[in-house]
């Protein structure tokens, strides 16, 4: 009984200690590249349908160099709103390639107009409203992050 209440000890330790970090491993630096200048952004990934559902909803504040960035796997046409976000934001809307081909800027919080990406595209980025003016982030820069490139394009990742 011992033995077995010592393994179930361990077990349960191994799962409180394994938590933090299983929880961590959705964020990542992402690098958008613009010009000569790199603009690093410390980024939630949300790749499943509820990630991408809630997003940056009822969050009261964003730090400047924090974000989160959707990724849909493939490139399709998407739309976003701003129904229940607090505050505005920027959103990128950037091709599987890296490329940004699309800036909405500072979109109002709790507007539920359709903010749609104009083509296909796999990821989208927000960002704290008018960030990308201060940084001159505008379509045509690129997004550096370990997703961009890794082969989950044309339907092969997480739905």
Known sequence: ??????????????????????????????VIVSGEE????????AD????RARGLMFREELAPDAGMLF??????????W??????PLDLLFIKDSGEIVRVHADAIPMDTTSIPSGEPVRFVLEIPG???AELGIVAGDRLEHARVGDGTAAGQGRQ
Do not use: W
Not at 48 to 51: F, P, Q, R, S
Not at 71 to 80: I, L, T
């Open 82 to 87: 701003m129904q229940n976000t607090l505050i």
């Open 38 to 45: 790199r603009h690093v952004f410390t980024v939630e990934v």
């Open 130 to 132: 008018g960030r990308a």
């Open 1 to 30: 009984m011992n033995i077995l209440k010592s393994v179930c000890a361990a077990a349960l330790m191994l799962g409180l200690a394994a938590g933090p970090v299983a929880a961590q491993s959705d964020e990542a630096e992402a």
């Open 71 to 80: 990724d849909f796997f493939d490139e399709r046409p998407v739309a976003f």
């Open 48 to 51: 499943d349908d509820a990630e």
